[in-house]
């Protein structure tokens, strides 16, 4: 399904919103959550007039072990501008958040195999500081224990992480 709702006030603030979920029977399921808001805050001219972009993404994506045995792919993704928080949330519990939290993760392990690899993105916005954190990629990789002679056997892991920190304001540019 899709809904797409728009809103606007006297002041000149308005926002639209782009609503969707959709379900592939035995294969994956999901929702998405895309709004965009213009807020104004007093009136031209005032000391403490403001004009603000504001941005909400909320994207929940889950994949059904029948469809892949071996393979996994699953995404929890909460991102959006401070402002939108204080200004567009409705419910007391989001309001109140002082962070928003977000993973994407991709699992894959070859049958007849011993190899695994795991591979994750994760996000941590902090609406006290502005502070965001990114996780791109974090990559594990391993080879579980195989027994080369009687008593000797040999494993193998590897992992890879990179982390990033900037404020809102300098996110993406």
Do not use: C
């Amino acid at each position: 399904d899709l809904s797409i709702i728009g809103e606007a006030y006297t002041k000149g603030s308005w926002g639209t919103s782009i609503l969707s979920n959709y379900k592939k029977r035995y294969k994956y399921q999901g929702s998405l959550n895309l709004s965009y808001s213009n807020i104004i805050i007093s009136e031209k001219g005032l000391p403490n007039y403001q004009n603000n972009k504001a941005y909400y993404i909320r994207w929940f994506h889950n994949q059904d072990t029948k469809a892949h045995p071996f393979r996994n792919f699953s995404a929890n993704v909460s991102i959006g501008s401070q402002i939108y928080n204080r200004f567009n949330m409705y419910s007391y519990e989001s309001r109140l958040r002082s962070d928003m939290q977000s993973s994407i993760s991709f699992r894959q392990q070859w049958p007849n195999s011993p190899f695994n690899l795991s591979a994750n993105i994760r996000h941590n916005q902090n609406f006290t500081d502005s502070t965001i954190t990114l996780s791109i990629p974090d990559i594990y990789f391993s080879m579980s224990r195989k027994t080369l002679l009687k008593k000797i056997g040999i494993s193998y892991s590897s992992n890879l992480q990179n982390s990033i920190t900037t404020k809102e304001s300098q996110f993406l540019t």
